[in-house]
């Protein structure tokens, strides 16, 4: 299995690995490309989300929100945007497909190699989005938390 990475945003955080905040970056990525949702640096997002999708990020996989994120309206449309998404994911099923997850334009083995056989449960990813809403409401309380993801190879 790959690294794991401190995700942090203002000062709050928790660890995990890289594959599956990469995972969660892909959605992120289609998401954040509708014209509905609108940022000042909307470009940037875009750029990170595409780098660490692809895994170019391996070692050091980090959220530069706190300079691409310039105002409170940019928070809560990234809220929105993550609450949506999770609506998007649970109406999929309970799983994405081991082909879904094979579809995803990456240059990353690691990430091919883990995600070849078995479906992820949508439960899981959504863990992960509950808390970046908590870190951007400024509700999440932990800065060293070791988040885990109920998934292997």
């Known amino acids: 299995?790959?690294?794991?990475?401190?995700?942090?945003?203002?000062?709050?955080?928790?660890?995990?690995?890289?594959?599956?905040?990469?995972l969660l970056f892909n959605y992120l990525y289609i998401e954040v490309q509708k014209k509905e949702y609108v940022f000042v640096d909307k470009q940037d997002l875009l750029e990170e989300l595409n780098e660490g999708v692809k895994g170019w990020y391996k070692g050091y996989f980090s959220l530069s929100w706190e300079e691409i994120l310039k105002n409170t309206s940019d928070e809560q449309n990234l809220i929105k945007l993550l609450q949506n998404m999770k609506i998007i994911l649970q109406n999929k099923g309970l799983n994405i497909s081991a082909a879904e997850l094979q579809s995803i334009n990456v240059e990353d083995d690691t990430f091919n190699y883990l995600?070849?056989?078995?479906?992820?449960?949508?439960?899981?990813?959504?863990?992960?989005?509950?808390?970046?809403?908590?870190?951007?409401?400024?509700?999440?309380?932990?800065?060293?938390?070791?988040?885990?993801?109920?998934?292997?190879?």
């Open 1 to 22: 299995m790959s690294n794991t990475s401190l995700i942090k945003y203002k000062n709050k955080g928790f660890w995990i690995n890289e594959n599956f905040m990469q």
């Open 115 to 153: 995600f070849s056989r078995k479906p992820f449960p949508i439960i899981e990813l959504n863990k992960i989005i509950d808390a970046l809403i908590e870190m951007l409401n400024g509700t999440w309380n932990y800065t060293n938390y070791r988040m885990e993801i109920n998934y292997q190879y």
